[in-house]
């Protein structure tokens, strides 16, 4: 009985493991940035099957990017430059999204931006962002939830920030 088991489980392990090396065969790598950057995406996120948003972290604390795809990842083109390292992307709606970025120690960069255009351009908010909190430093960013169009929640290491009118003014 005990070699009819280990038949099963190395018939399975076989079938699996054809299977991993077939489907791995379905990647492809496809370029971006620039030529010569050490780009790699922090966070991607799929608004509809074709228009695809990543967001970059570079190795230091303002080099990350926006990247957006319209040819479901295909080819990509540069929308945000030079920014803090990016980290969470949300979309409300095929048009309206924000992104949000920090660098690892506080008052040091931060990003915080806002398109009503479905990624092709985008909107600082970062200094009406610590406008409204009272800051006199940069507050690195690194969650986001988008409610809807008018609440949206941000949070930093120790933070939970809100914004009831989309994006304007936060508490």
């Known amino acids: 009985k ?5 038949m099963v489980v ?6 699996s493991f054809g299977t991993v090396k077939a489907a791995s065969k379905l990647w492809e790598v496809v370029s971006f940035g620039d030529a010569g950057t050490q780009d790699g995406f922090q966070y ?4 509809d099957e074709n228009r695809v948003i990543g967001g970059t972290s ?14 479901g990842g295909q080819t990509w083109s540069q929308k945000v430059k030079n920014v803090t390292n990016i980290q969470k992307i949300r979309f409300l709606n095929s048009q309206v999204g924000f992104a949000v970025g920090g660098f690892e120690r506080y008052g040091v960069g931060m990003y915080l931006g806002k398109t009503t255009d479905g990624g092709n351009t985008w909107t600082d908010l ?3 962002f610590i406008k409204s909190v009272k800051s006199s430093v940069w ?3 690194y969650g986001l939830w988008v ?3 008018s609440r949206i929640y941000v ?3 120790d933070q939970v920030y809100v914004s009831t009118n989309g994006g304007t003014s936060w508490s």
């Not at 005990?2 to 280990?6: A, N």
């Not at 991607?44 to 608004?47: E, G, H, K």
């Not at 570079?58 to 040819?71: C, F, V």
């Open 2 to 6: 005990s070699l009819r088991v280990q």
């Open 44 to 47: 991607l996120t799929f608004v």
């Open 126 to 128: 970062s200094q009406d």
């Open 155 to 157: 949070n930093s290491i």
């Open 58 to 71: 570079g190795d230091s604390g303002d080099t990350g990017n926006i990247y957006l795809s319209t040819d």
């Open 139 to 141: 507050i690195p960013l």
């Open 147 to 149: 409610v809807d169009s």
């Open 10 to 15: 190395c018939f399975l392990l076989l079938i």
